[in-house]
Structure formats: C-alpha cells, structure tokens
C-alpha cells in the first residue's frame, strides 16, 4: 500500500481538483473581516485603553501616600519626564566667534581717521588721514610758549615741593615760597588749595620752564597772585570782601525736626549740632513737640566772588506758646553753652546730675548682683542709655576711668572738703586734672561695672566720707563778672536780633538787566 499519494489523486467523496479549489477559496473568503468588524474592534481596544488610563493614574500626587506602589509609580514617572528633558538639554561647548578688541578713545579716533568722517567733519577727532608718500617728516617741532596747568597742595608738602613736581625750576620755587611766606603764614594754606600755574618758554629744551604767572587763594578773604616783571618775581595781594553776618533759621517742629530744618534750608552740620547741644542739656523726648519753634543761630562766612562757609552753631533756642523754653549760648574759650536764664542765677537743694528718676536710696540694701546686704554710698538715678551726665558744681577732676565696681568713673573736688562721684559711664567726657563748670558735661549714663542696667550712681563726699546725697543742700552760684555777664547779655540779644535769611541776602547791588546774547558760545561762557 502506497503512503503517498499523487496531488492529482482525489480523495473519496470529493470532486477532484476543482473541489480542493473550491475549498481552499471559500476558507480564504471566511478569513477576511468585514470592514464594519474592523472598525468595532479598534473602537474597543480605544475604549479599553482610555479605561486603563482612567484607573491606572500615571502622574499621582507626590504629597499623598508616600512609600506606596502609587507613590513610587508617580516617582518613576517624573524621573523619566526629568530624564526626558534633559536628554534634549544643550550643551556647553564654547561657540567659535571673532574675539572682541576693546578700543580706547585714541584707537576709536584713529580708526575714524582712516574713513571719510574727517573730511566730512574736518577732522573734528584731531587725527588726520593715513601718511602718504609726499608726507615728510618734520625735523623738529616748535614748543609750547606757555604751558598753564593746576597743582594741589598735599598733606605734609611745601610750596617749593609742589612747584618742582609741575616744573618748576629749583630758583623759581624758592623765590615763590619766600614771597607767598611773607604774606601769610604757610600752615595757614590749607591741604588741598589748588594753585594755578603758567609756564613759559625756555631757552634750553632740557631746562625746566620759567614761572610766568601763579594765583591762588591763600585764605578765605585773601587771593595771592604772583607774576614776572623785568625785575622778577612780584606779589600781588588781592582782598575779598567778606560778609560774616551770622545764618538765623527758625521754623515750625514737624513730625521730624531735621526734616522740618533741612526743609527751612538749615545746613546739615548745623541741625547735628543743634541736636547734639539739646541732647547735653534737655531731653529731647520731651524738650521739641510738633507745633514749637526751632530757632537756630550758625557762624556764616561769605566772600565777594561767591563762595560761602559754615561754621560752628552760636545758638539754639526752643519756643513754645511764643514763649523761650531753651536759649543755650556758646559762651567761652572751650565753646560750652549755657543756658540763657541760668547764667549768673543761684540755685540751692538737690542739683540733678541727669534727667531721670531717683530709683535707689541712701543706705544698706541688698546687692542686686553679688546677693547680699551691703552699704549703697549714694543714689541711682535712672536715665536712658547714653543722657548726658552734669557736674553739679564748679570743681577740679580728681579721678576720670575704671575705678573698680564704679566701672567708667568721673569724681570731682568742688572744695571746702566736697567732693561728688558718677559712677556706671558710658563714657567719661573729662580727663583728669581739668577743671570743670556747674552743668557741664562730664560723662554719659552707661551700664558698666558691678551694673544690671544703664543708671547713674551719684555720691557726695564731705571730708573723704561719703554722705547722703539728699541730706546736704548744694548751692550753686553762677555768678560772673559783672563785664562777662553784660557781655553775655550782649552778645546773646545780637545774635536773636538777627533776621532769619538775612545772610544769604546779595552782597552786591541789584545789577541792571543784561540783554540776552544772541551766540550760543557766548550764552555758555556766561
């Protein structure tokens, strides 16, 4: 029996080779969907997918569930969009570019110079085009016949110095500083006067140049200014007229007294100084309210050509009501001020050294640092960190630094077996064997030694002993000389009769009007 059989060979019960076709072309037929199946199964699998999406949350939030598998999906994810990103990230890699020639302004003309623009512009930059061949070089070149220029005198430096550093020769110089110390003294020409300086021509080319001509101002109200005659070497001396009325500013006290100050037109110098002199002697929480009257006095110099000088304060005066509640006088060699209605007074009882309040008596009391009862030599007055701390009569400083628990320490000797100590400073503002005048400053109130807060600690000593302070009465006599006090007085009324903004008033008469220049270079030079 055969095990093949021949594909021409039908099997029993089919048709033959036409019926195998027939077959295999209906399988076929059954094989192939039908477009409307197609397109069912895709919608399907679409809506599966979105369903998948839906439940399955790819990008969770990262503050819930932490350490969860949904959490570490959600981690999985933004690192792989992290990585994502940064696979497309540039790099670093420097770019090949033309480098950049920074030019100096001659590089600048000297390229413009090479262009059309200095013909176009005549040769405004100073530079001319490139040399050609039928340039020819000059052999020498004329020099200057003058050279004018600007010295500064320095700290520590002379005249002659100076000259010699511009140019000056050796001869000339000395001549110049013998001419200029005639006339005022050197140390009176401050550090950093500028000296106009002429040069003229010389003879030889390595010889220094000749002082044709030096000016320069040598004091406020004197102008120096030396030439070349046919005999040589000439001073001439020029005097500025000079206006010393002093500046008066009153005004209003504001929310701010320097805002209100510098908005009256009071220099700054001044308003710091006004301030710092009511501070020493009232406190200025309670001394200036909005609504008083700040009046201030300053020393004023102005010249004929224009220049003005502001010097120390003379007065500061508080109004409140129209009435004077502070008029504090510079008054001495020491430039101290005094209080107008204090000046040539008596005053008797207990002198406040600061302006605070008593906190602490006389008497045994327990210490508040070492813990234990012990004697309190004195009283504590209780002031804000930095008041200023008053002599309470004139006398001599017998101790001024560190004494111990005292810490910074101030003890005056006021005579006939008195003496007072200040104890706790901030700072001493006396030294030791200087003499001293009731009411002024000698210290500020401070926290140091055996302290737990800023106070000051005052004592009264009778004999060597200390005593309480409260028990002895100090009279305080600030009367002066009959001509002193007169003079006080005098200068005091002079200088409140001065009319505020009468300084700044024009020196020179009004001038009649000018007409208008019609060039433009003579509108600039004007």
Known sequence: MSLFKPREVPESGHGGPAAIAAALTHAQIEAVEKPTDLIARWTARREQALTWLQTYDLAPDLAEDIGSRRWFRGLGTMLGLALFTVSFWPDFEAIAAPPAMPLNSRQRDEFRSQTIAPLALGADSGARMGPSALVVPLIAAPERSLVQLTATLGQGDSFRRMLERAGVNAGDAARVEA??????????????????????RRGDATAPRPLDRLAFRARFDLDLAIERTPSGLALQSRAIPVDTTPLRIRGTVGTSLYRSARAAGAPI????????????????????????????????????????????LLYAGV???????????????????????????????????VVGRITSGYGARRHPILGYTRMHAGIDFGAGYGSPIFAVGDGRVAIAGWHGGHGNYVRLEHGGGFGTGYGHMSRIAVSPGSHVRAGQVIGYVGSTGLSTGPHLHYELYKNGATVNPLSVSFTVNNQVDQKELAAFKARLTALKAVQPGAALMSLAPRQAAVASPDREIDRLSR
């Not at 001419?179 to 003229?200: E, F, N, R």
């Open 319 to 353: 109004e409140r009501g129209g009435r004077a509640a502070a008029q504090l006088l510079r008054w001495g060699n020491d430039g101290l001020f005094f209080e107008a209605s204090g000046m040539g007074a008596q005053r008797t009882g207990l002198i406040m050294p």
């Open 179 to 200: 001419l200029v110390g005639g006339a005022v003294p050197l140390g009176d020409v401050l550090p950093g006067t500028q000296v106009d300086i002429t040069l003229g």
């Open 269 to 312: 110098e001044a308003i710091q100084q006004y301030l710092q002199v009511l501070d020493q002697h009232l406190t200025l929480d309670t001394a200036l309210e909005p609504g008083d009257t700040f009046d201030l006095v300053v020393a004023y110099k102005r010249s004929g050509s224009g220049e003005s000088q502001v010097g120390d």
